[in-house]
């Protein structure tokens, strides 16, 4: 019931706003393999949020160094996901390019992945961030493999023709972290300790590409 002494100013409860969620789906690049957890990408992406004022979750990470993109999918069924997020980042391929897997069947599975990603979201598209596969070739590793690089380099290449365009195709944003992986040829300090995986410095020039987009989503 509403009161009727008009000196008594009405008191309005604040609703709790809870914080925003976010769910990372990869391999090893997005647990930050070989660099401290805070140093991978979904945890800077994270803080470069936070610093704008987005009160963000830390991350759930499905992810496992050398996952395919039919384990990503298997694990994720296991999880049983049946929370929506409020983003979602997608990054998986480059184990299924080591292991020479088929460039057909990568497209399927990665279509299923991305529309899992949807769901995650909520349906909401706009709130889907696919990053592109480095090219691991141009690491220290890379280049002692025994393998040519310039034809990982092509491989690569071929893979993220396709996750671009499905991405794309589905309304989905796009992220080519690809020409700046292969900068690690020349600047070791995008490499972490390991001689294969990004540091915590390369993981930053993701984070930042990602961040005014996930802004403009969540806006």
Partial sequence: MLSTDQTTPAITTPAHKEKLSYLA???????????????????????????????????????????????????IKQADIQKKYDFVTLLIGVNNQYRGYPIERYKEEFSALLQNAIVFASGRKDRVFVVSIPDWGSTPFGKG????????????????????????????????????????????????????????????????????????ALD
């Fill in 145 to 216: 493999s025994g393998k040519d690089i310039n034809t990982i380099a092509k491989e690569i290449d071929a893979f993220n023709a396709v996750n671009q365009t499905i991405a794309l195709a589905a309304g989905v944003s796009y992220t080519d972290i690809t020409p700046a992986s292969r900068n690690a040829a020349t600047d070791l300090g995008l490499v972490a300790k390991d001689g294969l995986h990004p540091s915590g410095k390369m993981y930053a020039s993701w984070a930042d590409e990602l961040s005014p987009k996930v802004l403009k």
């Fill in 25 to 75: 789906l990869g391999d090893s690049y997005t647990i930050g393999e070989a660099v401290a957890p805070q140093e991978s990408f979904p945890f800077q992406l994270q803080d470069l949020l936070s610093a704008k004022n987005l009160d963000v979750s830390s991350p759930r990470i499905i992810a496992t160094t050398g996952w395919t993109t039919d384990e990503l999918q298997s694990a």
